[in-house]
């Protein structure tokens, strides 16, 4: 029986890493091959899509979907690693920060802007990681990076205690947007130290929170219904959903997949599609080409391609 093989899309609890949350993933679905589509820090929540099986194969396209976050921002104090797991460096009182001032401070930051990955991240920088340098006591030179900014919006500003004022916002960002530099950068523009307090993801590439299960309530299911968490997962086309689609003939998939030229359809989408055979499985993700569909990565292959047999006629 073949594997288990789509994208499980877990609510992450704070604590374990995402990496820790694919492995515990993999052993409840019994999965040979597993891994995520986009990290959530230790210490952050949500939405994370856990590929498993072939679903794998789109980690790379479902990483570079859009994002959306509910995000704490702690506005009098800055940390070395721009959340609430560092050191405090720096203080300021936030006590005549004002939501007016926040909503054109964030107002600022919405659109194409440049950021500064922090030092306490994954970015590699010379080949080496750059957390593992900050760990070592060492400064790395940065460059600054190109990320999209949707929507940054403040949703409430509460009053001042222990120091620290707490405002919440929710963001809408493209792919590699650091939202603890967007908490630095909102308190360096109202004048005050800030970090990032908690994170939750609500949405990636399509997959909203509203359709995760928690980590646990699927480990528990997996012990009470192994079938019942397996129908959870969702198959490699929906999977792309934020990717348009195109539909193919019967003998199309088939040219596709043995690497003969298919003609792109006319008035089909000219960027990135998903490719799907009549039955509606996912053939090949397409990218841009000459006229011609042009595969980024085939799912299927020729034994997979079996048109159903077409009664006779009498």
């Not at 403040?154 to 620290?164: E, H, I, K, N, S």
């Not at 909203?208 to 299960?213: D, N, S, T, Y």
């Amino acid at each position: 029986m073949p594997g288990p093989s789509g994208v499980l899309v877990i609510d992450k609890p704070a604590g374990p890493t995402s990496f820790d949350v694919v492995r515990r993933v993999s052993r409840a679905l019994d999965a040979s091959t597993a891994g995520h589509a986009g990290t959530l820090d230790p210490a952050a929540t949500g939405v994370l899509a856990v590929c498993v099986g072939d679903a794998v194969k789109l980690q790379q396209f479902l990483m570079d979907g859009d994002k959306a976050y509910e995000a704490t921002v702690a506005l009098g104090a800055a940390t070395d690693t721009e959340d609430g797991e560092g050191r405090v460096i720096a203080r300021g009182d936030p006590g005549a920060v004002t939501a007016d001032a926040l909503r054109a401070a964030a107002a600022r930051l919405v659109g194409w802007i440049d950021q500064i990955p922090p030092m306490y991240s994954a970015v590699r920088v010379g080949g080496r990681r750059l957390h593992r340098a900050a760990r070592a006591g060492e400064a790395v030179e940065r460059a600054p990076r190109r990320v999209r900014v949707d929507a940054f919006d403040l949703v409430d500003l509460a009053p001042p205690a222990d120091g620290l004022a707490l405002a919440r916002f929710t963001v809408r960002c493209g792919k590699g947007t650091y939202v603890r530099t967007l908490a630095v950068d909102v308190g360096r523009a109202v004048g005050v130290p800030a970090h990032l307090a908690a994170l939750r993801r609500t949405m990636s590439s399509g997959f909203r929170i509203e359709q995760a299960i928690p980590l646990d309530a699927a480990e528990a299911l997996a012990r009470e219904d192994a079938e019942a968490l397996r129908a959870r997962l969702v198959s490699l086309a929906d999977a792309l959903g934020f990717v348009p689609a195109l539909p193919l003939s019967w003998q199309q998939a088939l040219d596709l997949v043995h690497g003969r030229p298919v003609a792109r359809p006319p008035g089909a989408p000219a960027g990135v599609t998903r490719a799907l055979a009549p039955d509606g499985r996912l053939v090949a993700v397409c990218g841009p080409g000459d006229g011609r569909l042009r595969t980024l990565r085939v799912l299927l292959g020729p034994a997979d391609l079996r048109p159903p047999a077409v009664a006779p006629e009498h």
